[in-house]
């Protein structure tokens, strides 16, 4: 505040130093308000000079998460042979990204031919594939007085940003066919209870599996992990109907859809599942690994709701695409009633099918007047009688994934 | 300075530079940024404070402080001085820079210190180093918020905490090329080198539209300067030999005269202990019958009249003229007994047009006999001393004219002082006139006319002190007309004899000046110096030189050959900018010319086949074995030439 008063004082200082001298005539007062004007004429130029004639290049990490720190590198040079003050740059990210913790860009001097590299930072809060070109160039002259900028045209950058998983505790009954050995379910079944080792315990693990003997010994939570079957499979379908998706854009309903989902599919995974997302994607290739994870990330950063089918329809037409033995996880926020015939069809042929159910229309910042959400006691009641079991998720995520304010 | 008391200056500046001290002691020591925080509160409350009881903290200035007309200047010498106790952060510090501005313009307004320029010029410099040291450190605040350090290798966590050792890193790095506070500093000398030589070229230009204010200067800094002053302004009193003298080029007013001529302003008959009275003055003695303009009239013989016209630049209180004015056009002046003119009703800008007589030719003989008895004042003894009575006797006594015994006291009085501008002030107790002709024998117009008035009057000639204007020949406008300016301000004396009137004896004509002190240095700058035009011809060498160096620096090259790899890597520019015009996209810095021409692909697909092939012949020349000789930088030079011209062909097509 007090440099902004100080900056506005030369200027100041130079036209009333310029009147006087002219109304007095007084050469005293000429001198020095021809040296201010004349630091003033030379703050303008360079401040003019330091933003022209530059060239951009931009690095920026193809994806990342939400919520992660992001580096965005510019390299910068100049194309006139000059000694130039300090400039700073403003990228035209798309606000789409819903950036939070945006940092200042670096402030650097471009030299001729030379590439000078400034970066800056942000962290992204929704999910996505965006891009963006263009920047805007802020230079001053060297003593702070004169800001010029000008925008400038560059190649597009995007960026994808993938969903953060969403720690969840999922407590799967028996009866949808989880918890149950491998002997009894056979090694095509699904997941089993063989253990096949212990780890510390994670954020949404459930009590259920902690290892109470090795955590007494460690002095800490061990949980065991299980063999899943060599050949368990688990497919989730999210409902992407349009309208469906409800609350605060990048945190959505179908957002924590998506959260839930990487963390499941993570788990799943890890204890040798094979996951599939039927709706998103064509022929899913086998793999468990990194890459697999890294796949479903990418699949899931760029869904929309944005689909004219309703859940229960897009389930029937998918269900031949369905690795035998799978357990469908069919993630629905909205209710939705198609589900109940898709469920009632899929639990006949023998498809083990778990509903998770998420009270969407309480994510809405204002009452929805249109639709229910799909976790009242009537829909769920009716999911039951068909022989569904339905789980409620909790749609508060941990605070360390909500945690983004701008 | 500007309020002649140099001790309020050295106790403003010590106070400033303890508290300086002070408050680089606390930015050094503490860490506590909370703390360092409060400058800004506690400055304004300093400043508050200052305000508030200004009247209580003028009186612990010494010599009792400003001048109560100017309590605002005290008030910012004392926003400064507290201020400076305060000044913990680059913020603040730049704060300080309103009250030394409007310091400045306040003694700038008065003009009563011509070297504040000097000091001016100082504290720009200082002004641009400064704000150029706290932008780089916001800027330096920036790289420390961008996340830069964060990614720098060994950089400790009290090194990330120490702003030095972040300054020095990131100007290792990205800063490497910036132009910093050196670069502020060395702009700064520039522009204060182009304004000493560009402010009085643009104080000329706007000479027609300015000096529209008149400012009055409070009374007690009038003895600080040394201008054309009439005795009105100063009290119907005008002192000599006050010391060197401090006129400016200031223009004052244009006269039209038929040839250079001693412009009369204000004439005094009453000396004592070196002061002149002017009687005709409303606030000196009643003596408005002593009509000596109409005497001087009266007395010359065969006159001739001239015609002249002034027109006053500033608003003026008296209108110089020459000769015995008869006759003027105006309503708005008065001409008082001696023959001077003056406004009425305070200083104004009106032109006017007159006419003046003098005699046809002139040849003073005999000093004017039968004064009237009020006008015995003009032989008055008063303040002769003995040494300059004797002196004026022996130097006449084989004079056999008056007019002879004039001119053998003006040449006298020419062969014993010198002309200096420039020439101390008379000491206290002593008389002017004794102290100048046998003891500093230099002064300036004012001591020669008293000397000559004295001296003539001690030989029994009636003399009178007169103060006008000497127009320049230098300053002759090419239309009939002279500017005169504050430089031109003068003195002369004028004795008055039978058939003649008033006639000029003006010493200064046949004294020696001395080096650098000669009239017309007083209005000289220091750039029109003898020693400054040495200094800027060597300058001017020195930059021809150097000029002359680089200017072969860049022509150099251009008639030596370059290796054939440069010609080829200049071929390559603009086959890469022919791209990129026809492309529409830049090559990236990050990419090979092989990546460069596979992403501009669709956009020359007719002639792909031959680009693929030029381009690979590029980068042979360009990065492979064995070096190109010259033959072959000709020979792809005319083979791009011949593919630009496809290319173009190809997007007319």
Redesign the interface.
Known sequence: ???R???L??PL?AA??AI?????????????????I??LI?CQV?ARLAVRGL?F?RIAPESARIGD?I?VEI?V?SEIKI????I?IEDDLTTKLMVAQR?????????FD????????FRARRRGKFKWAGLTVIG?D????ITKSKHYDT?QTQITILPRPIPVALELPAAAGWGISENEAGSNRGAGIDPWGIRKYAHGDSLRHVHWRSSAKAGQLLVKEFEAGTHASAAFILQRTTGTDIGPEGQSSLDLMCGHAVFLAENFLRQGMQVTFPALERDPSPGMGQERISEIYDLLAAIQADQPALVGDELISLSLDLAPGSVVFVMIGTEDKTLLTAVSTLLKKGTRLVPLVYDAFSMAKKPLAKGRTAATPSFMEELQSLGAVPVVMPIEAPSEVIHLQG | MSVLKPNIGFFCVGMVLLGTALSYAIRMGSKNKKMLGMD?VLYTIAALLSLLFIRDLQSLMPDGGFPPELLTGSLLCWILSLGSFFCWR???L??Q??PS??L??L???Y?TF?N??FA??GF?LCL?TL??R???R??LR??I????FA?LDGLSRDALEDEGTLYQRIKEG????????E??LA??TI??L???L???V??AT??P???????VTPASLRNAITSPSTSMETGGTVRVGRGPNNL???PICEVRLDRLRYLRAETFMQYDSGTWKNPNNPLGPDLAELNTAALAIETIEKPKQFAWTVKPL?PMRAVPAPAEVISFESSAISQLPDGTLSFQGGPQTVEISGKSEEPESSHPKQAKQGLPAGLAMLKSAISITPKVRALAEEITKKAKTDGDKADRLMLEIGKRAKYNIKAEATPSGTDAVEYFLFDQKEGYCDLFATSMVMMARAVGLPARYVVGYLPSPQRYNGAGGYVVSETDYHAWAELFFEGEGWVIYDATTVAEDVEGGGRGDVGQKWYQAGWAKQALLGLLFCGLVFGGFAVYRVVQPMFKPKPARDQIRATYSKFASALHRHSK??R???ETPREYLNAVRPSIEPIWAETFALNERLEELLYGRPVPSPADSVAIAVEVRAWRKKLRNSKSK
């Open positions: 505040m007090i440099r008063i100080a900056s004082a030369v200082s009333f130093l006087m001298a002219l109304l007095l005539n007084a050469p005293a007062l000429f001198y020095m308000a021809t040296a201010f004349m630091i030379a360079q060239h290049d720190l580096t390299i040079w000694r130039r003050p300090f700073t940092s200042p860009s670096l402030p650097i001097a471009p030299a030379i590439p000078i590299r400034t970066q800056y930072q001053a060297a003593l702070g007085l190649s | 800004a680059d913020n603040t730049l704060f820079a309103i501005i409007a400045f313009g003694v700038g307004c003009d011509r504040v320029t001016f010029y720009v641009a704000f150029a706290a932008n780089s916001a800027m920036l790289a918020d961008s996340g830069y990614t990205p800063w490497r090329w910036v132009a910093g506070a670069w502020a702009s700064a522009i204060v182009v304004s000493v560009g402010a009085p643009i104080q706007v000479k539209i300015a000096g529209q204010l008149s400012l400016r080029e200031r500033i996209r830049r990236k810095m990050s």
